[in-house]
């Protein structure tokens, strides 16, 4: 979805290798892929993967993704090359998005697509754990009530 099926998206090669992870907190690896212009993204998890590939937009590409929009600079045939693998090893085991607050302000008005666009935007900065109120009430309802009788 971030680059919109340019043909560059294919250049990206992407694993998910979960002997990476150093005590347990998320780590990527990018370097140059196996194929002439293109990037291999090694990562712990699905997010740690998100997280490498936007570290690579950011500080390789000079591109952004943001809340309300997107730069991309990639070239639809081949992608920047980088001198040598990047490691990068998460510095907390869990990184937090949201809070009591996040889901009645400007959230409570968004569609799917939004939705959509605020997950990427978390996976790729490496938000793991993300506060989730919506709906505890009915489940907390049903497990107390159980405990109840």
């Known amino acids: 979805r971030v680059l919109d099926n340019a043909p560059s998206a294919k250049l990206f090669q992407v694993s998910i290798q979960s002997d990476l992870a150093v005590n347990g907190k998320d780590v990527f690896v990018i370097s140059n892929g196996s194929t002439l212009g293109s990037i291999q993204i090694s ?8 997280w490498g590939f936007n570290y ?6 000079d591109s952004s993704v943001y809340w309300s929009g997107k730069n991309i600079r990639l070239s639809n045939s081949t992608l920047f090359p980088i001198n040598q693998p990047i490691r990068i090893v998460a510095n907390d085991l869990y990184r937090w998005y949201g809070n009591p607050c996040t889901f009645s302000y400007s959230a409570v008005f968004w569609n799917f697509s939004r939705w959509e666009k605020e997950i990427d935007w978390m996976a790729m900065n490496g938000v793991n754990l993300v506060y989730a109120t919506t709906g505890m009430e009915y489940i907390y309802n049903k497990v107390f009530f159980c405990f109840s009788n």
Do not use: I, M, P, R
Not at 43 to 50: I, L, N, P
Not at 56 to 61: E, F, G, P, R, T
């Open 43 to 50: 990562a712990s998890t699905g997010v740690a993967a998100a």
């Open 56 to 61: 690579y937009l950011k500080y390789v590409a």
